[in-house]
């Protein structure tokens, strides 16, 4: 899988906007989005009302933006909604089955709704509910399926027609733990063995970090961040330090012994930790020995760079900065 941060260019990528906005009367709901998402396995996360599902809507061509622009898969999503869906599957957050239908019927009718002839549709219908884990059950009225069984029809229908890109808006939600488990697999094994682009829309970072090389962070409708989740391995990254008492001493020892080396304030827990860059394994026998000199104990030591929770809250706490500095 190639660097996000490399393919991410204008021709490779499967999502662009500019300036996309979307108002409902007074109420904005999408603030100006400028994206260039690559061809990868896309985190969309933001709270519940960060404007995730509306941005979803608007790229698939069902919501109208008040302004700006956007092209999805290479298509323009105001002049060329149709085709635009032609080539994307949407998996809903919301619970709109046909309860009275088999999931081989539903699954095969939307399968011909993307223009597959009849037999053709069964067929893929059938491959597509076995590789979801519905095989043994797709002749069963929905009505009578779990709610992880219902996330798989929903999962089926997104997939059927071979999209080039999928959006999955909260795909584990209402989920118990092993249902939310399987669904993870499913999705990440969409990427990596089926090839389909997938944005995963939701507000649980452990599920985005567990399945995405690259995120897009919403905050009430503004873009907070659009990066790649994959790292340098010349680099090992960095560690946050957490210790008893005050930083300063323990900061500058590190400092003497040629440690890169910040104070920084922990968004999570509003204390005083201090950042370390890590450049080679010599660095932690420098961090365990100043301690064990300077007596100091070492409270807390966990990686940062591979933090989705540390991207999350620094975005939304630079965020917040910004609104305190403009009121």
Known sequence: MGD???IS?????VIQTRNFTKKYGRFLALDEINLTIPQASVGLLGAN???KSTLIRSLLGIIKPTSGDARVVGFDTKSQGIKVRELVGYMPE??????GTTAADFVGHMAEMSGL?????RQRAADVLQQVGLGEERYRLIKGFSTGMRQRVKLAQAIVHDPRLVFLDEPTAGMDPQGREEMLELVERIYTKMGISVVFSSHILEDIELVCDYVVILDHGRVLASQSLKHDNANLGEVVVQ?????APYLQALQSQGAQAVQQEDHATGQDVIVVDVRDERTFDVIRDVAVDQQIVIRKLRSKSRSLEDLYLGSVHEAGQEVERAS
């Open 4 to 6: 996000a941060t490399q």
């Open 243 to 247: 210790i008893d008492g005050s930083p």
């Open 117 to 121: 002839p009849p037999r053709q549709a």
């Open 9 to 13: 260019t204008a021709s490779d990528a």
């Open 49 to 51: 009302g960060a404007g």
């Open 94 to 99: 919301a619970d709109a089955l046909p309860m």
